[in-house]
T-cell receptor, first 113, second 113 residues
């Protein structure tokens, strides 16, 4: 039973355009969400996070939106750059009392020059 | 910068062998984690530790054990390796329960023949 789902295994976007990566979750107790980026042969690196008290968090070219009623979050990258080509994982956690994240299956983003 | 190192980048073992994967972090983090990453399944938590000698099962602990004798070191043990344990193994650490960002090592690609 996948509590965190990334339904698009891959996405291709032209350089300079917007990339939108989506993530759905089923557990209403999740209240903290993160995005990680992973290049081949490297471990994932933290990108951006959002807590459930917000519906948007922005960091440079990266913005995460959270829609709690729909149990949906999305990562927007504007403008997309070839160096953004990587696998993106969303992860969710219950903020109270646990150290665990549940990761999605990942979306491979390819930014075309 | 936080550094998480894993003892091997690539490992090839035979079925039935005992396998040790070592992970060391240099930032005095309380929490350490072992994940495996498989295509289409994302990152799945095997075990985690929130203190020295303390451990908790993750989502897929079967066939694995762990050891944390020192704060900076977290070992994953495959008592009797099987072919279905061929995977990418990722170690991560985080500062404390109040801090959610996990820092990942580069991963160990384990092949069991």
């Amino acid at each position: 039973d996948q509590q965190v789902k990334q339904n698009s295994p891959s996405l291709s976007v032209q350089e300079g355009r917007i990339s939108i990566l989506n993530c759905d979750y089923t557990n209403s107790m999740f209240d903290y969400f993160l995005w990680y980026k992973k290049y081949p042969a490297e471990g994932p690196t933290f990108l951006i996070s959002i807590s459930s008290i917000k519906d948007k968090n922005e960091d440079g070219r990266f913005t995460v939106f959270l829609n709690k009623s729909a149990k949906h979050l999305s990562l927007h990258i504007v403008p997309s750059q070839p160096g953004d080509s990587a696998v993106y994982f969303c992860a969710a956690s219950e903020a109270s009392g646990t150290y665990k994240y549940i990761f999605g299956t990942g979306t491979r983003l390819k930014v075309l020059a | 910068d936080v550094k998480v190192t894993q003892s091997s980048r690539y490992l090839v073992k035979r079925t039935g062998e005992k396998v040790f994967l070592e992970c060391v972090q240099d930032m005095d983090h309380e929490n350490m984690f072992w994940y495996r990453q498989d295509p289409g399944l994302g990152l799945r938590l095997i075990y985690f530790s929130y203190d020295v000698k303390m451990k908790e099962k993750g989502d897929i602990p079967e066939g694995y054990s762990v050891s944390r004798e020192k704060k900076e070191r977290f070992s994953l043990i495959l008592e009797s390796a099987s072919t279905n344990q061929t995977s990418m193994y990722l170690c991560a650490s985080s500062l404390s329960a109040k801090t959610f960002e996990q820092f990942f090592g580069p991963g160990t690609r384990l092949t069991v023949l």
